[in-house]
C-alpha cells in the first residue's frame, strides 16, 4: 500500500474523530496518530489533509451538498462524509494530484471502510464535484 493511502487512511481517522470529539485539528491529529501507529513518511501528506479540509470544510461541504441530490451533508454517515470531504478538497484544492486519482482512491476507501453501498454513493458524489470542476476550470481559462 502505498504512503498516500496511508496518508488518506489517517486522515479519515482524524477527520472521523474530528466528528464525534470536536477539537483543535492540529491537537487531534497528534493524539491519533500517536495510537494508530502510522508511518512516518505518511504523516506530512496526511496532517495536510486534514488540515486543509478542515479549514476548508464549509466550501468542501457546499461542493458535496450541491454534488449530491438527495442527501444534506448532515445526513450523511461520518464516516462517507470524511472521504468525500478529503477527496473534494484534493480535486478542488491540490493542483499535483489528478483528480480521478482522487476520485478512485476515495471510491477503493470506501469499499473497505465504508457500508455495502458507500462506494457508489461516495463515486457519484465526486463524479459530479469532479464535472463541475472542470466545468468551472474550462470557463475561468477563457
Known amino acids: 500500500m502505498g504512503k498516500r493511502r496511508k496518508a488518506r487512511e489517517l486522515a479519515i481517522r482524524v477527520l472521523f474523530h474530528l466528528e464525534f470529539s470536536p477539537g483543535e485539528p492540529g491537537e487531534v491529529f497528534d493524539l491519533v496518530s500517536e495510537n494508530f501507529g502510522c508511518e512516518e513518511a505518511a ?25 449530491s441530490r438527495h442527501w444534506r451533508v448532515e445526513r450523511m454517515s461520518r464516516l462517507d462524509r470524511s472521504i468525500l470531504r478529503i477527496a473534494a478538497y484534493e480535486i478542488r484544492f491540490v493542483e499535483d494530484i489528478p ?39 474550462s470557463t475561468s481559462d477563457g
Not at 506530512?44 to 468542501?60: A, Q
Not at 476520485?103 to 464535472?131: C, P, T
Request: charged letters at 30%; glycine letters at 8%.
Open 99 to 137: 483528480p480521478r486519482v482522487s476520485i478512485d482512491e476515495a471510491v477503493e476507501l470506501a469499499k473497505i471502510y465504508g457500508g455495502d453501498a458507500s462506494w457508489r454513493f461516495v463515486n457519484g458524489v465526486l463524479d459530479h464535484i469532479y464535472n463541475a470542476h472542470m466545468e468551472d476550470a
Open 43 to 67: 504523516v506530512p501528506f496526511s496532517r495536510d489533509l486534514v488540515m486543509g479540509v478542515w479549514e476548508n470544510r464549509e466550501i468542501l461541504d457546499r461542493l458535496i451538498g450541491e454534488a
